[in-house]
Nanobody, 120 residues
Framework: QVQVVESGGGLAQPEGSLRLSCAVSGNIFSIDAMGWYRQAPGMQRELVAHIPSDGTTIYADSVKGRFTIFRDIAKNTAYLQMNSLKPEDTAVYYC??????????????WGQGTQVTVSS
């Protein structure tokens, strides 16, 4: 069994910063990739940032230059540093991980989500 726990959401002012954390634990052999998604009310869930095991990164156009995704492979943890926040960044942010389990299949797991609200 694999668990994903996000933390770090909350309320920020426009142009402020927040850092989200995503810790993966359990029956893990390795983690191929991790990513952050978000879902605003009435909207579909969208990719925010993605980082595979080789360290390359992919960002949504709306967050390029403002958000940074990085990983601590030893801790099975990914982070999303969010700077210059805008009200339109308000959403529930979800962490996703593609995990190779010990003696089992490769699975994709989601966290429970953490609310980010950007408002003055």
């Amino acid at each position: 069994q694999v668990q994903v726990v996000e933390s770090g959401g909350g309320l920020a002012q426009p142009e402020g910063s927040l850092r989200l954390s995503c810790a993966v634990s359990g029956n893990i052999f390795s983690i191929d990739a991790m990513g952050w998604y978000r879902q605003a009310p009435g909207m579909q869930r969208e990719l925010v940032a993605h980082i595979p095991s080789d360290g390359t990164t992919i960002y949504a156009d709306s967050v390029k230059g403002r958000f940074t995704i990085f990983r601590d492979i030893a801790k099975n943890t990914a982070y999303l540093q969010m700077n210059s926040l805008k009200p339109e960044d308000t959403a529930v942010y979800y962490c996703n991980a593609r995990v190779r389990t010990i003696g089992g299949p490769v699975i994709r797991v989601w966290g429970q989500g953490t609310q980010v609200t950007v408002s003055s």
